[in-house]
């Protein structure tokens, strides 16, 4: 089983929609838990950024976490064609440990 | 402008010829990694530099170099390229040593090997 697991989708939406995006992973060391947004052609961009389980709200955009069930998501509400990007997960264990990602879920938003 | 730039952005070369992808960042981090993109795979770390003179493998180093005689730059060597190492790749700097903080990426520089 890979330490993150995430649909890649394609996943289409209309315009207005909530998004909900997902990972889960394996490993209970994982402590911080982030969402990046990559643009086609662009690099990665961090999102949001959690630590411990619960919700996180940053304007449309909502983080969860579930660390009992190994399980974080990203709400997307009032979806923009804006928003039509790939959207990786990624978590770390500690401060010094690399990063792992998701392998992405690419979202468009149809107008 | 804080920004990670890498050179060049398309490269197109043959099997066993040398080459360097620069990267340069001019934000004073201490923490620079390059990363692979590929689809179905998704971002995979290659090797990551907590500082100057400071560098170790990631998740998949075999057939890379790095070096870190500078802050400020982190160059990917490939000594003897592959059709497998054919990769969209990032690099990417973060402030501190810690991976927590918020990692900036540059715009990738997609590489083919013939």
């Known amino acids: 089983q890979k330490e993150v697991e995430q649909d890649p989708g394609p996943l289409s939406v209309p315009e207005g929609a909530i998004v909900s995006l997902n990972c889960t992973y394996s490993n209970s060391a994982f402590q911080y838990f982030m969402w990046y947004r990559q643009y086609s052609r662009k690099g990665p961009e961090l999102l949001m950024y959690t630590y411990s389980s619960g919700n996180k709200e940053d304007g449309r955009f909502t983080a969860q976490v579930d660390k009992s069930s190994k399980y974080i998501s990203l709400f997307i509400r009032d979806s923009q064609p804006s928003d039509s990007a790939t959207y990786l997960c990624a978590m770390i264990r500690s401060g010094n440990t690399p990063l792992v990602f998701g392998k992405g879920t690419r979202l468009s938003v149809i107008a | 402008e804080a920004q990670v730039t890498q050179n060049p952005r398309y490269l197109i070369t043959v099997t066993g010829k040398k080459l360097t992808v620069t990267c340069s960042q001019n934000?004073?981090?201490?923490?620079m990694s390059w990363y692979r993109q590929d689809p179905g795979l998704g971002l995979r770390q290659i090797y990551y530099?907590?500082?100057?003179?400071?560098?170790d493998k990631g998740d998949v180093p075999e057939g890379y170099k790095v070096s870190r005689k500078e802050k400020r730059n982190f160059p990917l060597i490939l000594e003897s390229p592959s059709p497998n190492q054919t990769s969209l790749y990032f690099c990417?700097?973060?402030?501190?040593?810690?991976?927590?903080?918020?990692?900036?990426f540059g715009p990738g520089t997609r590489l083919t090997v013939l």
């Open positions: 990417a700097s973060s402030q501190g040593t810690a991976t927590i903080n918020e990692q900036f």
């Open positions: 934000m004073n981090h201490e923490y």
């Open positions: 530099s907590m500082n100057v003179e400071a560098t």
